[in-house]
C-alpha cells in the first residue's frame, strides 16, 4: 500500500468479491472520514501495510462510477484490517468464512453457520458471529448456552455483545416454546429453564460486572426482559452503584418501569 495524500494507492493480490478490478487499484477517503459519526476513528491506512480491504466503487451523485480504478471505503474505519504477525491464518480463515456465509442465499443455513462459528475456536469468527446477533436479535434456543458463555467472557465488549443479544432475545419472545396448539411438557420445562439462565445472568451482570460499560447494558435490559422484582433492582443499582452511567441507566428504567404502569401495561410477568 503506498498513501499519497488523501488517497492511497493498493497492489491487488486477491479479490474475494466483485469483478473487473485491476492489479493495482486507488482509494479516496477524505470525504468518507469528514462525514464519519462523531466518536468514531478514521480510516487510515499505513505505508507498506498488508490488509484486508472492504471497499466499493467510488461514484458520482447520480451512481456512476467516477473512474474504473477508484474505489471508497465500505464500512469506514472497519474497512481495513491489518494482517497482525501472530494470527493470520486465523484472520485468513475468517474472511473467507464470512464471504461465504454473506453468500448463502438460505437464511436459516446462514444462522446454523453464525451458531457454529460461536462455539469455535476462532476469535474473528466468534466476534463476527456476537455482532450478528447483538445487532439483529438473532438469537433462539440454538444460541444461548454460546452466548451464556460468551457473557463470562474475559472481553466486557463480548460480554456486551451477548448481554444484549439475549436481551433481545428475551424481549421478543425468541426463547419461548414453539407456537403449536400444544407444546410438548419438556418444551415448557426446557424454555423456562432458558428464560430463568437468561434473566439470571442480566441481574447478575447488571450488579457485579467490573465493567460500567456491561452493567449499565445489563440495566437498560432489566424492564424489557420480564426480570422478576426489576423495580427493586433498579432502585438499589440507582443508589449503590459507583458509576453515574450506571446509576442513571437504573434511573431511566425506573421512569420507564411507572410510564408503562400509569398506561397500564405493567412489567411483563415472569415466566
Not at 499505513?46 to 490488509?51: F, L, N, P, S, T
Not at 440495566?219 to 432502585?235: N, Q, S, Y
Request: aromatic share 6%.
Amino acid at each position: 500500500m503506498e498513501r499519497r495524500g488523501a488517497k492511497a494507492r493498493l497492489a491487488v493480490e486477491e479479490v474475494l468479491r466483485g469483478t473487473g478490478v485491476g492489479e493495482t487499484i486507488r482509494i479516496a477517503f477524505r470525504g468518507d472520514n469528514l462525514a464519519r459519526p462523531p466518536g468514531t476513528p478514521p480510516f487510515d491506512p499505513v505505508e507498506g501495510e498488508e490488509a484486508f480491504w472492504v471497499l466499493e466503487r467510488y461514484t458520482d451523485s447520480a451512481g456512476d462510477p467516477v473512474a474504473d480504478d477508484l474505489f471508497r471505503p465500505a464500512a469506514g474505519y472497519a474497512s481495513r484490517i491489518p494482517i497482525p504477525a501472530e494470527g493470520a491464518r486465523a484472520l485468513d480463515e475468517a474472511v473467507r468464512e464470512i464471504v461465504r456465509y454473506q453468500d448463502r442465499p438460505d437464511r436459516g443455513a446462514a444462522e446454523a453457520q453464525l451458531v457454529a462459528w460461536l462455539s469455535g475456536t476462532n476469535p474473528w469468527l466468534i466476534d463476527a458471529a456476537l455482532r450478528e446477533a447483538s445487532r439483529f436479535g438473532l438469537a433462539d434456543e440454538a444460541w444461548i448456552p454460546g452466548l451464556l458463555a460468551h457473557a463470562r467472557d474475559a472481553s466486557p465488549e463480548r460480554r456486551r455483545w451477548a448481554l444484549r443479544a439475549i436481551g433481545l432475545a428475551l424481549e421478543r419472545g425468541r426463547l419461548e416454546p414453539r407456537r403449536t396448539l400444544r407444546p410438548r411438557p419438556d418444551e415448557i420445562e426446557s424454555a423456562g429453564e432458558l428464560v430463568r439462565a437468561c434473566r439470571e445472568l442480566i441481574v447478575r451482570l447488571a450488579r457485579t460486572d467490573e465493567s460500567a460499560e456491561v452493567r449499565a447494558e445489563a440495566v437498560r435490559l432489566l424492564p424489557r426482559a420480564g426480570v422478576p422484582e426489576a423495580r427493586r433492582i433498579l432502585e438499589a443499582i440507582a443508589d449503590e452503584d459507583p458509576a453515574q452511567e450506571v446509576r442513571y441507566e437504573a434511573a431511566a428504567g425506573l421512569y420507564r418501569l411507572g410510564r408503562s404502569r400509569e398506561a397500564g401495561s405493567p412489567n411483563p410477568a415472569p415466566r
